[in-house]
């Protein structure tokens, strides 16, 4: 593993992406490499930047073809903990005609889920530039200890840190218990990164104005097609989508998280926090980016690609 580099916990996963049912019922299913932590290392990667992803995985050929899939997008394995409990996760999406997903999941849960004692340390992060965690599997039963050990570690050591909570009310089996989590991960982390639609479910608010007065400062949230925000509270800070010919949204989120984490890598902590609108611009454009291919990561190869879609729209490249 190198020094300096990102890590990024959680689960990985197939994104089995179904077409509409055609006559007869048939429908055609490509199976991609996803889960968000996943989607997030493979872009930071694509980016050029050193990354590792840390996460429990089985020893099925799944999981060998998920593994082969990171290491052949030049993503750090050597944090991956096989296990032949773990069973490789699945999300079946289905998309809309604006190229919107919904997902069903089968994720690993559960104690074999977690790491033990023995196979946690905070020793990765000694040389970390920034530790990032997301989804179900930074506030769920067993694995919330897990996000929650690392995120104080990474306080400790200085590590810029990311969290995206990634709500999906209907996989949380204790709502309450759950939120609770979430808010105490946000309290910790750097910057949290959460949608529109999570931020108002966790806050327990019906529109975002209301949301934003009951989130800690330092935040950011994307609106999807609308852009995005950045909250220092007291006020808001917008950013226009680009306009692209969207295949699908899958892992746009998590795109645009690598690429805030992306500025914070390239810039010293206090350029990062005084350009936020740069940040947004950019990060807004790596998701663009995204959304051109089918899936999370078919579409963004290198940078080159964020920074021609930018030219395109008139806006400053950012430094390699």
Known sequence: MKENNIICCGNIAFDLISSAPKKHGHCKI???????????????????????????????RLS?????????????????????????GLAIASLDKNGNS??????????????????????????????HVASLYAYNDHTFENSLYLLEQSVKKGVFSTFDPNWRPHRVKDRNKAIR?????????SL????????????????????LRCIRPNTVVTLGEKGSLF????????????????????????????????????????SFWDNMRDNLEFASAVSG?????????????????????????????TRP
């Open 30 to 60: 490509q199976a991609r490499p996803g889960g968000s932590v996943l989607n997030t290392a493979v872009h930071l990667a694509r980016l050029g930047l050193p990354v590792s992803i840390m996460a429990k995985t089985g020893t099925d």
């Open 181 to 189: 989590r979430i808010k105490k991960l946000i309290d910790i982390v």
């Open 192 to 211: 949290p990164r959460m949608s529109e639609s999570d931020i108002m479910a966790i806050t327990g608010t019906r529109t975002l104005s209301k949301a």
């Open 64 to 88: 060998g073809i998920l593994v082969d899939a990171l290491k052949g997008s030049g993503v750090d394995t050597s944090l991956l903990v096989p296990d032949k409990k773990i069973r490789t």
């Open 289 to 317: 980016v995204v959304c051109l291919g089918t899936g999370a990561t078919e579409a963004l190869k290198s940078l080159r690609q964020v920074r021609l879609l930018m030219g395109r729209h008139g806006k400053k490249k």
């Open 102 to 131: 919904s997902y069903i999941f089968y994720s690993p849960e559960g104690k074999d889920a977690a790491f033990t004692r023995g196979q946690l340390t905070g020793k990765p992060l000694n040389n970390a530039a920034a530790f």
């Open 231 to 270: 909250w220092n509270g007291k006020r808001e800070l917008y950013q226009r989508a680009f306009k692209v010919k969207v295949r699908d949204t899958i892992g746009a989120g998590d795109a645009f998280t690598a690429g805030l984490i992306y500025m914070h890598y390239i810039n010293d902590n206090n």
